[in-house]
């Protein structure tokens, strides 16, 4: 069965240090790669756009993930963030993505439902222990397309001997 590992790009206030190790040993094992970019209201998202320019011009070629998703969990965070943070990486040629789940969507953010956030395809994170992606989700935009599913927070993973959230994608997504 294919992996998919997708690494932290950006903290909402550094680029990780191992970030590039990571996704090139991933890379490496066959492993398809994405990453993540955490918005933050106390920090300005030219700055995550910056260290992210930073962090890519040491990877190596080939190993660049092409798919990165907004991670949107932090209070204080806009609707208005999130399309400019989306938007600003699609205008630099990555695949982008929403990572939320339906509480902070609904609660902190008011449930937009704007059609413009449905150009972003939703990894959706409910810690229920199913592992299986849905057809829809009952927040934000109509015909949101889900290609991910967060299916369990930090548990152990035997093989690797590391805690990690276990999630299920659509592999499609990645391979597109």
Partial sequence: MPRVLVQCLWTGSVAPDPARWNLAVAEHNGMRTAGYVSLSPRRPWPEALDALDRLYQGFYPGHVPRTVFVDVELSGLRPADVLQAARSLAARGFRVGIYTRRSFWVHELGNPRDPEFA??????????????????????????????????GDSMVIEWGVVADHNVFDLHFFLE
């Fill in 119 to 152: 150009e972003f395809p939703l990894w959706d994170a409910l810690w229920n222990g199913v592992p299986e992606i849905p057809e829809a989700v009952n927040y934000g935009p109509p015909g949101w397309t889900v290609v991910g599913r967060q299916y369990r």
